[in-house]
Antibody
Framework: QLQLQESGPVLVKPSETLSLTCTVS?????????WGWIRQSPDKGLEYVGV???????YYNPSLKSRLTLSIDTSKNQFSLNLRSVTATDTAVYFC????????????WGQGALVTVSS | DIQMIQSPSTLPASVGDTVTLTCRAS??????LAWYQQRPGKAPKLLIS???NLESGVPSRFSGSGSGTEFTLTISGLQPDDFATYYC????????FGQGTKVDIK
């Protein structure tokens, strides 16, 4: 059974970088699928962050593109998110998910990680 | 950006009811639409892709229809587990989610 688990700091200071890692178990991250990040906050609801494929090709939400970097480490079966220069509006539950393409949907999701941006 | 509008925001219902949730896209998305169920404190669970394709393991009481800009999710014979929030998501251009419809107990 495929499982995804987010990990990373739960509290980030304004202007710093939010970093999260998603560890995938039950399948190889280097197979046919794509891997994505979605966040959810009371203000904005569910928001697409970005997607990366096993070759490292990335597809970003245009509104976050200037601050966002996604990366993938197939040897560790992990993919990661770095969001720079965060503000309180980046406070959200961050989900990682498996997707069936860059323009697709999430068919398996992690449980989510609440990240708060505050000094 | 493609906007997704769901209605109603809240839908009071009883066990056994048949309910229909609506999702409208701000422009034509063909059938590039997914539906999710989310329970409090949990991740969204994929129910339907390509507007009407039921995911493996999802009960047949869930069905989706529509194309272009108008879509519906129907739950036929509501079960206790179905009281949750439902989201639509377009994937014609990036991803955009609707704001959700909460199905709660009447």
């Amino acid at each position: 059974q495929l499982q995804l688990q987010e990990s990373g700091p739960v509290l980030v200071k304004p202007s710093e970088t939010l970093s999260l890692t998603c560890t995938v178990s039950g399948d190889s991250i280097g197979d046919l699928y794509y891997w994505g990040w979605i966040r959810q906050s009371p203000d904005k609801g569910l928001e697409y962050v970005g997607v990366i494929d096993s070759d490292g090709n990335t597809y970003y939400n245009p509104s976050l593109k200037s601050r966002l970097t996604l990366s993938i480490d197939t040897s560790k079966n992990q993919f990661s998110l770095n969001l720079r220069s965060v503000t309180a509006t980046d406070t959200a539950v961050y989900f990682c998910a498996r997707t069936r393409g860059s323009g697709s949907f999430g068919d398996y999701w992690g449980q989510g990680a609440l990240v708060t941006v505050s000094s | 950006d493609i906007q997704m509008i769901q209605s109603p925001s809240t839908l009071p219902a009883s066990v056994g009811d048949t309910v229909t949730l609506t999702c409208r896209a701000s422009q034509n998305i063909d059938t590039w639409l997914a539906w999710y169920q989310q329970r409090p404190g949990k991740a969204p669970k994929l129910l339907i892709s390509k507007a009407s394709n039921l995911e493996s393991g999802v009960p047949s009481r869930f069905s989706g229809s529509g194309s272009g800009t108008e879509f519906t999710l129907t739950i036929s014979g509501l079960q206790p587990d179905d009281f949750a929030t439902y989201y639509c998501q377009q994937y014609e251009n990036h991803w955009t989610f609707g704001q959700g419809t909460k199905v709660d107990i009447k």
